[in-house]
């Protein structure tokens, strides 16, 4: 026994690819066999495992969901950030530059939309909650944006450690939320061609959320949205930090 | 095989690389559009590499390989992410989180609409 786990312990990244692997084999056999396809395979293995991401945060108390479970901790770097990023750079063997160049002012159009909204909505709740200094409601209106627009600008208008946190928290729960609502509102929103993927990557920025829910939802649509997407967290860091904080801290006075 | 990982690899670096100089010439410390660049040149040299006939089963293995293991390793980032913390972070992380999505997913649909109305 002392061996194996000497083995699960080296070899984590290995480790990862087999679990994955089961889970994946576990979600195929039961969408097909007990829901007869209406739910897809990938969707559901998703939301597992981010039932699993929140057990592992239970029984680890750490930060990285399942992957703080230590022979776990492999997840942790099959998911990172190195792969993601490599993975969605390969899914544009399957994409058309001409769809892209094609639907290029509708993405343009959205991000900054996506941008304008999220940061509106969080700048909006946050002074119902009772923020009312432009540092603090803009490092939360930047945290619904992304995770990362959230510290980035925390950091640059000088906020609390305690709002930057916030920020992160609000940035992970839309990650989430667009993650389980994608494959669940995509007939509804007309998410089918490669110009609506376009669209939606660029209103909802979230690299990760957007990559998980197409990939929930269709595969063959995620190159468009990423495409679009991965420019919503460098604007979104050029924009709250300097326009957008200048904004708020004018009608504050 | 490792032909078609090295041109994917090349796309992704030399992406990454034009992402980061964007970000410190912008002047924010951040990768802008990373991604994005580097789809861009993998797509550029897709075509070139199939003009030359060079695009061959071999080859696209390598970024096929890559291409199919996206889904498994959305699903080990689903099961990493801090999903508790996220949930314990209060209140108002949980409505700033969830809300403007919902809305969000409503703008998405009139945007739709207004480009294709014929839907």
New interface residues.
């Given amino acids: 026994m002392k061996e194996l786990e000497a083995i699960l312990d080296k070899n984590g990244l290995i480790v990862?690819?087999l679990?994955?692997?089961i889970?994946?084999w576990a979600t195929d056999v039961f969408s097909k066999k007990a829901l007869n396809g209406r739910i897809p395979g990938?969707a559901l293995?998703?939301?597992l495992?981010?039932?699993?991401?929140?057990l592992?945060?239970?029984f680890a108390e750490g930060?990285?969901?399942?992957?703080d479970i230590s022979y776990?901790k492999g997840?942790?770097f099959?998911?990172?950030s190195m792969?993601?990023?490599?993975?969605?750079?390969?899914?544009?063997?399957?994409?058309s530059?001409l769809l892209?160049r094609k639907s290029g002012m509708?993405g343009l159009?959205?991000l900054v939309?996506?941008i304008g909204?999220?940061f509106g909505?969080?700048v909006a709740?946050?002074w119902l909650?009772g923020y009312r200094d432009a540092v603090s409601l803009c490092t939360?209106g930047a945290?619904?944006c992304t995770y990362?627009v959230g510290p980035?600008t925390g950091?640059a208008v000088g906020a609390s450690s305690e709002v930057i946190?916030?920020s992160i928290?609000?940035?992970?729960?839309?990650?989430?939320?667009?993650?389980i609502?994608t494959p669940v509102?995509a007939k509804?929103?007309?998410?089918d061609s490669p110009?609506?993927a376009m669209?939606?990557g660029g209103?909802?920025g979230t690299?990760?959320g957007v990559?998980?829910g197409l990939?929930a939802t269709d595969?063959s649509l995620?190159?468009y949205g990423?495409?679009?997407a991965?420019?919503y967290?460098?604007?979104g860091?050029?924009i709250c930090?300097s326009l957008f904080y200048l904004v708020l801290s004018t009608l504050l006075g | 095989m490792i032909k078609g990982l090295a041109l994917?690899?090349f796309?992704?670096l030399a992406?990454?690389w034009c992402?980061a100089l964007?970000?410190s010439w912008?002047g924010?410390?951040?990768?802008?559009?990373?991604?994005?660049f580097?789809?861009?040149f993998?797509?550029?040299s897709?075509?070139y590499v199939t003009s030359k006939g060079g695009w061959n089963g071999e080859f696209?293995f390598g970024?096929?390989f890559?291409?199919k293991?996206?889904?498994?390793?959305?699903?080990?980032?689903?099961?990493?992410?801090?999903?508790?913390?996220?949930?314990s972070?209060?209140?108002?992380?949980?409505?700033?989180?969830?809300?403007?999505?919902?809305?969000?997913?409503?703008?998405?649909?009139i945007?739709?609409?207004q480009?294709?109305p014929e839907?």
């Fill in positions: 990862a690819f679990l994955v692997g889970l994946t990938s293995a998703i939301g495992a981010l039932v699993l991401g929140y592992g945060g239970i930060e990285q969901g399942l992957a776990f997840l942790s099959l998911g990172g792969f993601r990023d490599f993975a969605i750079v390969a899914t544009a063997t399957g994409a530059f892209i509708l159009i959205s939309l996506g909204l999220f909505f969080g709740l946050g909650m939360i945290g619904a990362i980035v950091g946190a916030l928290g609000t940035g992970v729960v839309k990650t989430i939320a667009v993650t609502l509102l509804w929103i007309g998410l110009g609506a669209a939606y209103i909802m690299s990760s990559a998980a990939a595969p995620v190159p990423a495409v679009t991965t420019f967290t460098g604007l860091c050029l930090p | 994917l690899s796309c992704f992406g990454m992402g964007l970000g912008l924010i410390d951040a990768n802008v559009g990373g991604v994005g580097a789809m861009a993998l797509l550029f897709k075509e696209g970024l096929d890559w291409n293991l996206y889904i498994p390793i959305v699903i080990a980032m689903a099961a990493s992410l801090n999903v508790k913390s996220a949930l972070s209060g209140l108002l992380a949980l409505l700033a989180g969830t809300l403007p999505v919902l809305l969000a997913f409503g703008v998405v649909k945007l739709l609409k480009v294709n839907k």
